[in-house]
Nanobody, 124 residues
Framework: QVQLVESGGGLVQAGGSLRVSCTAS????????MAWFRQAPEKEREFVAH????????DYADSVKGRFTISRNNAVNTVYLQMNSLKPEDTAVYYC?????????????????WGQGTQVTVSP
């Protein structure tokens, strides 16, 4: 089992930066693929980025590529999402997710565990 807790959300002006974090507990964390998804009001939850356990593979949605960076520090069981050049359309609840099987996927259904979400709001 994996338990995920996000932090670092908040309010930022367009063009600004924010870093959200996700700290995990559980034996399987070090071998899991970690991902960030986001969900805006009245929209479906969408893929943002993922990173494999050995940091050999990262992937980003086209909408955030070049602006967001996913990273992880297995020593402290934490995955990060650094968000730069933020736009109002980035406003959403950001969710951390884990796949204990270490698969490479953008599909919500791949991920076994989810955090509670952290709100990111970008003002014009």
């Amino acid at each position: 089992q994996v338990q995920l807790v996000e932090s670092g959300g908040g309010l930022v002006q367009a063009g600004g930066s924010l870093r959200v974090s996700c700290t995990a507990s559980g034996r399987t964390f070090s071998r899991s693929t970690m991902a960030w998804f986001r969900q805006a009001p009245e929209k479906e939850r969408e893929f943002v980025a993922h990173i494999t356990w050995n940091i050999a593979n990262t992937d980003y949605a086209d909408s955030v590529k070049g602006r967001f960076t996913i990273s992880r520090n297995n020593a402290v069981n934490t995955v990060y999402l650094q968000m730069n050049s933020l736009k109002p359309e980035d406003t959403a609840v950001y969710y951390c997710a884990a796949d204990r099987f270490g698969r490479i996927s953008r599909d919500r259904g791949t991920y076994d565990y989810w955090g509670q979400g952290t709100q990111v709001t970008v003002s014009p």
